[in-house]
């Protein structure tokens, strides 16, 4: 089987959808769109069904479904499927040629972002929707324990919830397709959310930018006031802009995110530089057009690069509410134009 | 001897179709037990017709409409999608243009074309059959088949249209007040409105009213139900009840009993169903009034709306009332649709269809008028100006062979690819964004909840909770044997249906979204309807006592 199961980013578009799963395919789309996001590759579902077949898990797998039978109805049977089945796959070393080929791509990202062992996130990119939360794990540190960690988020596609799911659809057990998303883990200085529509007035003729220091997690909760600028989409000129008292930010650790208090000295600081924000708002409206719609979108600047490689993105999706405009029909039939994009 | 295709160009053929798409879904609602010929070729040529047309005119950003074929009596479908991002942008731009008259004026948009299809069935009606000349007769039927085609793209459209708001409205529920359609206040905030459907059953009531009036209570409620018709005869009460009730049958009685076939009577033809119908409401005693239930149900609407509206935020308000007005039309929609389109053109269908077949029998080319169940169109015009010349017999026997082959051998749900999976292929019937994959075919998928230790999961179509005997109905002819209290346990129900809803406490459907008839109507008769089950009819048998738990789409069957 010579198929390819690896994927450079910018092989991808949004119908990639059904081969690696929505998020690794949207990343896709987003790099044709003009929108730097996190270096990296993308698994494809192909990639978890071939490593089930080449290392006999899969076989493994319908077998103990098949004992198990009619038992599996019971919901206290179905936790213990989805322990046997985990450990199944995570006992399973990655074939030789699988893994050779991973190895590959990881040494490329590590060149191209100039650092040996460079961290990594690995998350689950589901083609379909299935209940359960899939695994995601954060600064994963050299080629031995991305391979670990790729077969983890595999393994955690059984989980009893979506064991329980499959029973009820039919749907054969050692089937689950998803991909894997292998990003560079950015070292967030900070990050926020641009939308390109005032939410408040429904403004089109502005660009929001909300920013704080650390990951974005603090802007989109909405839990510390952020750094607020306006920009006019015609001038480009900054019609206002708010410097908050940033005292918290959410930064990464070992094993996730924490919130942490913004040292003293940033704390009035603006977190962005003007350029910064500039280039912010050029990609904005890049995408805007591209859709031809109000975006709300994430962003993240790296403290390792320097501008303009440093602003990455991470989401772009329409924005969700502007203020009724004076002709209701026409505000009703844009969001009607939403529903298809979901 | 050459074998002819049913649906010529659309018949099933696996090596190219499968080209065109891995997946291909039987629709189980309209095409079991297995179509005629006759019908199949209508259904196949013009629904997959109206389906792109509708998708066309509307341009869906997403889905060109659906592809149909042809397998042994089945319909299999699926979805054109849109291929390419900057064809879907495209698309936008006009669909934003093209939904606003459904956003500007709905009424008008769909009174319109109400009274358009009108206009064409009282054209066709207007040929006497029994005199005409053959060369009249075919005549009719190419007009009958044109407007099976107009109605399909009315049909479609409208639907499209129509599902589209509905679906706009139920996400902003979800992101404004926290509700979606399987929660019953969403099932308040749509239901409690009068339409055709209801209108005919409120006739039927009042015509029960009557009978007991003039003491004809006997006459329905002693002996066979295929006798009812005769007995009235007998006497003077009773023929003047049946010349108000023809009458009655002549203006609303255009309905096949099986919505989507022909070989059924229409309620003209055979008022037997809705004479039931009407025994029906006399047994359910005096007390009952139909209004007085609507009336609670819309008193509960308008609480539902304006708990709702308070949770939205102020500047909101203008649009999403605007869109919850929109959006509760689609229930009166799917009600009224069927009424005017479907089943009043299936009928008109069959009128000519049998008309033609009459004349036929008599000038030998055939030796029973329902053997135009068998043919197909182009056939019918072979023989249609001189039937005198023509003997179709060896194409009927050999299709009338074919199809009971068909009765005897369900169709398998969908016909995949080889390496393909259901699961991918409902993957890409959810990717598509279709409203009608989504509200209608497809809905949501049940929520299994071991700690409910329920029998059955579903999702909820009509809120509610009850507890009755369960009646698994398989087919319209068993629907005489409803008792008062039943739950209702079947594949899906259809418009015809209706009146049993007065009489029954629950409802149980194997298949179902919240805009499918089963649905719409529990929601209007207020009781609990839990759907998308799959295994209801399988699991039940009639006589087992069942509860049904709506708000939390459960089944549990009580005595084992």
Known sequence: MAQKWIYRLDELRSEHNDLVGKKCANLGEMVHMGMRVPPGFAISVDGYERFMSETGAGDEIRKYVEEAGESLRKVEKQVEAGRVIRNIIESKDMPEAMKAELYGFYDELCETVGKPDVAVATRSSGAVSMPGQMETYLNVKGKREVVRKVIRVWSSAFTTRAIAFRLEKGMDMAKAPIGVAVLKMVSARCAGVTLTVQPTTGDLSKVVVEGNWGLGESVVSGEITPDSFVIDKETKEVVSSTISQKLRMVVFRKDGIAMVSVPKELQGKPCLEEKELQEIVRIALKVESYFDMPQDMEWVIDDDMSFPENLFWVQTRPAKFSKKKEDDSEYLAELMTRIFKM | ???????????????????????????????????????????????????????????????????????????????????????????????????????????????????????????????????????????????????????????????????????????????????????????????????????????????????????????????????????????????????????????????????????????????????????????????????????????????????????????????????????????????????YLDLYTHAMIRRIVLGMGKRWKQEGAIDDPEDMFYLQPDEVRRAGINPDQFDMRYIVERRRAEWEEWCKHPNPPALLKEGFDLDQAMGVLVKSNDPIASKVVVGSMPQVRPELKADLYGTCGSPGVAEGPARVIMNEDELSLIQEGDILV????????????????????????????????????????VMNVFEGTTKIRSGQKVKVDANMGTVYILDK
């Open chain 2, 1 to 339: 001897m050459k074998v002819y295709d049913v649906v010529p160009g659309l018949e099933f053929d696996p090596e190219r179709d499968f080209e065109l798409s891995p997946a291909w879904f039987l629709d189980g609602t309209h095409s079991v037990p297995p179509w005629t010929p006759m019908f199949g070729w209508f259904w196949v040529s013009f629904c997959r017709h109206g389906m792109q047309w509708g998708a066309e005119k509307l341009s869906l950003p997403t889905v060109k409409g659906w592809d149909w074929r042809f397998m042994n009596g089945g319909g299999y479908l699926t979805l054109l999608l849109v291929k390419s991002e900057e064809e879907k942008q495209r698309r936008e731009k006009k669909f934003r243009e093209a939904i606003l008259p459904f956003i500007k004026d709905y009424d008008g948009l769909w009174n319109g074309f109400v009274q358009e299809i009108l206009g064409r069935y009282e054209a066709l009606k207007q040929l006497d059959l029994d005199t005409a000349e053959n060369i009249d007769l075919l005549a009719n039927f190419e007009e009958t088949i044109c407007t099976c085609r107009r109605m399909w793209e009315i049909h479609m459209y409208m639907m499209y249209g129509t599902y589209t708001a509905y679906i706009l409205f139920e996400n902003m529920c979800r992101e404004l007040a926290g509700i979606d359609d399987t929660n019953p206040t969403f099932h308040q905030l749509v239901s409690g409105f009068d339409n055709k459907v209801f209108q005919v059953d409120k006739r039927l009531w009042e015509f029960s009213q009557r009978a007991r009036e003039d003491g004809l209570e006997k006459v329905f409620l002693e002996g066979e139900v295929d006798g009812i018709k005769a007995r009235l005869e007998t006497v003077d009460q009773g023929r003047s009840f049946m010349k108000d009730f023809s009458a009655f049958m002549n203006e609303d009685g255009w309905r096949m009993q099986r919505m989507s076939e022909i070989n059924l009577p229409t309620w003209v033809e055979d008022p037997t169903p809705a004479l039931v119908n009407v025994k029906q409401f006399l047994q359910k005693g005096g007390d009952f009034n139909l209004e007085a239930e609507r009336a609670k149900i819309t008193e509960a609407r308008l609480e539902a709306e304006k708990a709702v509206l308070e949770k939205v935020p102020r500047e909101m308000r203008g649009w999403f009332e605007q869109l919850m007005r929109l959006a509760q039309k689609s229930g009166v929609f799917s009600e009224e649709h069927d009424h």
């Open chain 2, 490 to 529: 079947a594949a899906s129900t259809s418009p015809s249906w209706t009146p049993i809803f007065s009489m029954i406490k629950g409802v149980i459907v194997d298949r179902g979204a919240s805009l499918s008839h089963a649905a719409i109507v529990g929601r209007e008769y207020g009781i609990p309807v």
